[in-house]
């Protein structure tokens, strides 16, 4: 990567981050033209090949896809793009589309799109029609109404003379295998959407014994995608799936025995040498490296003008919620005069509250809290005093008891109540206002050391942060320990217990009854609660904002989790490779992986080769063929191997040899086959496609086995 030093570390690897170049135009020259020169096109699920026969290497090479732009289309946007057209397909404003459904297609408009894009970049330009012989592949089995509708759009919309259809695996053993016409072969063909298992005896496919697994190479790589989007999700977005092929392409590879590779993950030894760190780009942060001291300064107030205007809005809202609540506290406590018993508990309900003293708390709290909010929201100090709303009357306590009737009695003991609330609430606002103003007064100290002795000042804010830091810290240090059995808070807690347990109990259990009973709890729990107060939060708060402001060393501690440099900014954007180096690519062989209920591919290959007679099971087994862009995975071929040693009889023989080039090599044997003879007879010409009736193909030793459509029961007689 530009502009970052190399780290010294082993295993560690950038991403190449390939630019996508569109394609380009080529030129006609006459001599294709008068030569009728056949086009070889290989339509696979992945990348689409295209080339002239006479080449030796296709001229595109794209992805299989097309973009069609969302919303309103101006007069410089194009509406569609396909291929390598498409730049960035990670774009969120392009709708990705593509005409295979698993590997056989099925939206003709997209391939229609398809196949303009391929002529007008060969440079055709004849008028109506595309006259060359096509060769084109096909999926294994393909279904004959299929090729028809492929047959129809190449005849009738662009007039070819001719088209021969061949499977791409079978062309890829053509070109590999020196006597393809003869041949006895399995083939494993791994696509992008699914992985073909194809019998091959004397040259021809035998499609009984031919069996399909809904599971390719896509499937790996968008597993590889989501287990590294889930163990690191700070970097969602950075993990795009052309990284992810990059990674599954160069790092990725098949255990032999994936229990004990597995296994062999375990040990750190094991893990530090074979893992493999790939390091995301860093160029935001080097841009922010780039800005003149003046722009960073800009920025900084900008920061934080923005993070106080948060505050100041969170504050707000919190105090328009508090003297929400607040309201509808004091609601149900005027209740006590007005209502009767019933209704006051069902009032007391409603708030999630059981008793007066729980009313009367949570009233006290609230009140507290406004009082705080508005001071510091007005910037006034001390806080202001609240004015009674209402006067309230309490006449019946200064009657005696003996003078006043029963249904007064219950409203003088509710009076009672509502005296001694509203004396508590003031004790607390008036608890509260002082706790304010030595606040408010330590607060102008400190401002004033900021101004004499700045460096004081900031040490003195840091500790007072760090001090509630530690008291955070150690109360959760001791709710762990109190889970846990051996731990010396959690034996002191069981002494106590079993101290009180110990007393001699008193007749009948009447716990609770007595205000000195609950000073239990307190005993056992000396530290009080475990859980972080508001007051606690909203002083951090401020704290912290403080420094943000006046001290630009604290930001930096909080962007790399308060490690003071522990940690370098390079590792913290990092992928590590382990595990998942064989997770992925062993999805090919355990679908049950994802929670898919099919067979994986060395089940299907058993499955396969049971099913035919034992002296076709030796012939064809002589011959195990690997091709399909997931065969370009390491140790492929080794696994194929160790698990046909598993399923083949003892002491037989069996071979497996891979594709020179498994991804190229379905184009390289469609371009063999355009040069060999067999072309003519093994292509549909238009009067073929005219007379022999819908989906008609002329078999040969890269084709589909052909099964016309059955005739309706009208034309039968």
Known sequence: MAGVEESDETNVFSFKDEKIVPDPFFDYPQNLREERVPLVIDNGTYQCRAGWATQESPSLVFKNIMAKQKGKKTQNEIETQIGNDITNVEVVKWILRSQFDRNIVTLFDIQEQVFDHIFSHMGINTEGCVDHPVVLTEAACNPTY?????????????????????????FSLYYNYPNAESANALVVDCGYQATHLLSVLDGRIQPEHCRRVNIGGGYVDWYLQRMLQLKYPCHVAAITMSRVEEMV?????????????????????????????????????????????????????????????????????????????????????????????????????????????????????????????????????????????????FHLLDIPDEMVTPEQLAAKKRQRILKSAREGRQRALAIQREKRRLEWEEEKKLEERRKIDFSGWLAEVRTKRQKILDARSARRQRKSDMAKRRTFASQQRMRIISQLAAQPSKKGDNFGQNDADWDVYKEINKDGGTSDSEAEEEKLEELETLLKVHDPEFQKEMDVGGLSGELSLAESYRLQLGIERIRAPELLFQ?????????????????????????????????????????????????????????????????????????????????KFAMSPLLTAGSITRKDYEEMGEGYLREHVAANKYFPNPLPAAQKS
């Open 249 to 393: 392409r160069e790092h990725c590879y098949f255990a032999k025995e994936f229990s004990s590779d597995l296994a062999a993950w375990e040990d750190y030894d094991f893990f530090e040498k074979n893992v493999r760190k790939m390091q995301l780009p860093l160029a935001q942060v080097l841009n922010k490296q780039l800005l003149s001291s003046e722009q960073q300064k800009e920025r900084r107030r900008q920061q934080i003008s923005r993070l106080q205007e948060v505050n100041a809005r969170r504050r707000l809202d919190k105090l328009q919620a508090d003297e929400a609540t607040l309201q509808k506290l004091l609601e149900v406590q005027d209740l006590i005069l007005t209502a009767d018993d019933d209704a006051f508990v069902t009032a007391l309900a409603e708030v999630g509250l059981r008793r007066v003293e729980d009313l009367q708390e949570h009233v006290d709290k609230l009140s507290a809290n406004i009082q705080r909010a508005k001071a510091k929201i007005l910037g006034q100090e001390p806080a202001p005093i609240e004015s009674e709303t209402k006067e309230p009357s």
């Open 591 to 671: 679908p049950s992986v994802l929670g898919l209920d099919q067979a994986g591919l060395a089940e299907t290959m058993e499955f396969m080769l049971n099913r035919l007679e034992a002296e076709k099971q030796d012939r064809i087994v002589q011959n195990v063929f690997l091709t399909g862009g997931s065969a370009n995975l390491k140790a492929f071929k080794d696994r194929i191997d160790w698990e046909l040693l598993q399923m083949r009889p003892f002491q037989s023989s069996y071979n497996v040899f891979c594709a020179a080039n498994p991804s190229l090599d379905a184009w390289n044997g469609a371009r």
């Open 146 to 170: 299929t090729r028809q509708l492929m047959s129809e759009l190449l005849f009738e919309c662009y007039h070819i003379p001719q088209v021969a259809y061949g499977v791409d695996s079978l």
